[in-house]
C-alpha cells in the first residue's frame, strides 16, 4: 500500500492537522498524543470529513484533492473503517451488521476471500450473529466490526485503537487475530495506537503526530529507540 | 349515546388519524431537514411552521379561513380547478387539526433526527451504503422513538383541537362535530349529559393513544 498526503490540512479546535507523508506499510501505525489529530486523519481517508486543502492518494488513486475539485464519496473509497467505539448498529443483530456493506453493491453476499463463511471463521464471530449488539462485550463488539468492515471489501482498513477498552489478556488475543487477519485477508491496514509495545509488535510502520504535525516517520524500531522521543520508549 | 354523539366520537378519530397521517411525511421530510441541513432562512422557516403552537386557535382557523373560503388562494383554486370544496365540510376538519399538530410532529421528528449519531451514518456510507439507503436504513429506525411520540402527541393534540376547526369548519351536528365541538354546543344548550358522556369519551380516546404510544415506545425499548 502507498498512501500519500500531499500538502494536507484541516482546522481542528486548537491547530491546524497539517501533513506532507508518504506511508508504504503493510500495517502502518498512527501514533501520538491524544488530541494530536490521529481519528481526524481517519476520518478524512474514510470521507467522513473533507480537508481544508490538500490531497489523499491510496496506491496511486485519489480520494480527495480539494484543490482540483475531486471528494470521492464514501461509499465509494474502498476503506473499511473500525471507530474506536466500533459503531455498531444498535438496532440490528451482529449478522445483519456483519452483512451490512456485503449485501450493497450485487445484493448478495461478498464473494471469494471476503465472504461470511471466511469472516467467522477467522474472527471466530459464529456464536455471536444472531445476537443484539447490546448483548456483546467489547472484545466481541471489536471482532464483529472487524468482519462487517472486511466483508465490504475493502483496500485499506482503518482501525481506531484496536485494543482500547480490552483487558491484557483480550489485548493479546486481539493482537494475534488482527496479525490473522492480516495474513488471511490481505488488506493493508492503518492503525491508531498510544501503545509503542503493540505498534513494535504489529506494524512495519509508524507515523508520530504532535499537535498536527509530523515528529517522526519510519520503522518502530528505529523510531522508538530515539532519545528525543521519551514518552514513545519501548518499556523493559 | 344519541346518534350525532357516535358520529362525533367516530369522525374526531377518523378525522384525527387522517390529518396525523397526512402530516407524517412532510414531518418526517422537514424534520430531518431542520436537523441536517443548513439554508438560507432556515431560522426563519422554524418559526413559521412554530406558529400555530403560539397563536390563538381561532387566529389560525381564521388565517384558514381565508386562505381556504371560495375565494381564499388556495381554497379558489381548489374549487375552480377540482371542484373540492374544503370549508365547512370534513376535510376542513382535518386541515384544521393537521395545521395545529404539525408544529408538535416537527418538533419532536427535528429533535429524533438531531439524536441519530452521526458516525453511525458515516460508517455505513463506508461500507458501500448511498444517502437513501443510509437514511432507510439506520437513520429513521434509530429515530423511530422520537417520531413515535410526535406521532402520539400529534394526535393527542388533534383530538383536543376546538378554536380552528370552530371558525374553518363549522359546528354541523352529523357532519363536522368533533367531540370537542359537540361537548361546546351541549354546554350552551343546558345538555349536560351529553356533554358529560363526550367529555368521558374524549378522556378514553386520549388515554388510548397516550398508552398505546407508551406501549410502543417499550415495545421498542425492549427490542434495542
Known amino acids: 500500500m502507498k498512501l500519500v498526503f500531499r500538502d494536507l490540512q484541516v482546522p481542528l479546535t486548537e491547530f491546524t492537522l497539517h501533513l506532507e507523508s508518504v506511508l508504504e506499510g503493510q500495517i502502518t501505525a498512527i501514533t501520538g498524543a491524544s488530541g494530536a489529530g490521529k481519528t481526524t486523519l481517519l476520518d478524512c481517508i474514510a470521507g467522513l470529513r473533507v480537508p481544508h486543502a490538500g490531497a489523499i492518494t491510496v496506491d496511486g488513486r485519489t480520494l480527495v484533492d480539494v484543490d482540483a475539485g475531486v471528494a470521492i464519496p464514501s461509499r465509494a473509497r474502498g476503506v473499511g473503517y473500525v471507530p474506536q467505539d466500533r459503531a455498531l448498529f444498535p438496532h440490528l443483530t451482529a449478522r445483519s451488521n456483519v452483512l451490512y456493506g456485503a449485501n450493497r453493491a450485487t445484493g448478495a453476499e461478498a464473494r471469494g476471500l471476503f465472504t461470511l463463511s471466511h469472516a467467522v471463521e477467522v474472527l471466530e464471530i459464529g456464536t455471536l450473529l444472531d445476537r443484539s449488539i447490546t448483548a456483546l462485550s467489547g472484545g466481541e463488539r471489536q471482532r464483529v466490526a472487524l468482519a462487517r468492515a472486511l466483508l465490504s471489501r475493502p483496500r485499506l482498513l482503518l482501525l481506531d485503537e484496536p485494543l482500547a477498552g480490552l483487558d491484557a489478556r483480550l489485548q493479546e488475543r486481539t493482537q494475534a487475530l488482527l496479525r490473522r487477519v492480516h495474513v488471511e485477508f490481505g488488506v493493508p491496514m492503518l492503525y491508531v495506537s498510544h501503545a509503542p509495545e503493540e505498534i513494535a509488535a504489529l506494524c512495519d510502520d509508524v507515523l508520530v503526530l504532535d499537535r498536527g504535525r509530523v515528529l517522526a516517520h519510519g520503522a518502530p524500531e528505529s523510531v522508538f529507540e530515539r532519545t528525543d522521543l521519551p514518552t514513545l520508549r519501548l518499556r523493559g | ?224
Not at chain 2, 422537514?30 to 381561532?58: H, M, Y
Open chain 2, 1 to 224: 349515546m344519541t346518534a350525532d354523539e357516535w358520529h362525533a366520537i367516530v369522525f374526531t378519530c377518523v378525522a384525527c388519524s387522517l390529518s396525523t397521517l397526512c402530516i407524517l411525511p412532510f414531518g418526517v421530510a422537514l424534520g430531518w431537514l431542520l436537523a441536517r441541513r443548513s439554508f438560507r432562512g432556515k431560522s426563519g422557516l422554524e418559526t413559521a411552521l412554530a406558529l400555530p403552537l403560539v397563536l390563538p386557535p381561532v387566529a389560525t382557523g381564521m388565517l384558514l379561513l381565508r386562505l381556504l373560503g371560495r375565494h381564499g388562494p388556495i381554497g379558489g383554486v381548489l374549487e375552480r380547478w377540482f371542484g373540492v370544496e374544503i370549508v365547512f365540510t370534513w376535510r376542513a376538519v382535518v386541515v384544521a387539526a393537521a395545521v395545529m399538530s404539525f408544529p408538535l410532529l416537527l418538533r419532536a421528528a427535528r429533535v429524533a433526527f438531531e439524536e441519530v449519531d452521526r458516525r453511525l451514518e458515516g460508517v455505513a456510507r463506508t461500507l458501500g451504503a448511498s444517502d437513501a439507503r443510509v437514511f432507510w436504513t439506520i437513520t429513521l429506525p434509530l429515530a423511530r422513538r422520537g417520531l413515535l411520540a410526535g406521532v402520539v402527541m400529534a394526535f393527542a393534540r388533534a383530538l383536543g383541537e376546538f378554536g380552528a376547526t370552530m371558525l374553518v369548519a363549522g359546528n354541523i351536528p352529523g357532519e363536522t362535530a368533533t367531540i370537542s365541538l359537540s361537548i361546546y354546543r351541549a354546554v350552551q344548550l343546558g345538555e349536560d349529559a351529553s356533554a358529560l358522556r363526550l367529555v368521558c369519551a374524549s378522556a378514553v380516546l386520549a388515554f388510548a393513544a397516550l398508552w398505546t404510544g407508551e406501549r410502543m415506545l417499550r415495545v421498542h425499548r425492549g427490542r434495542r
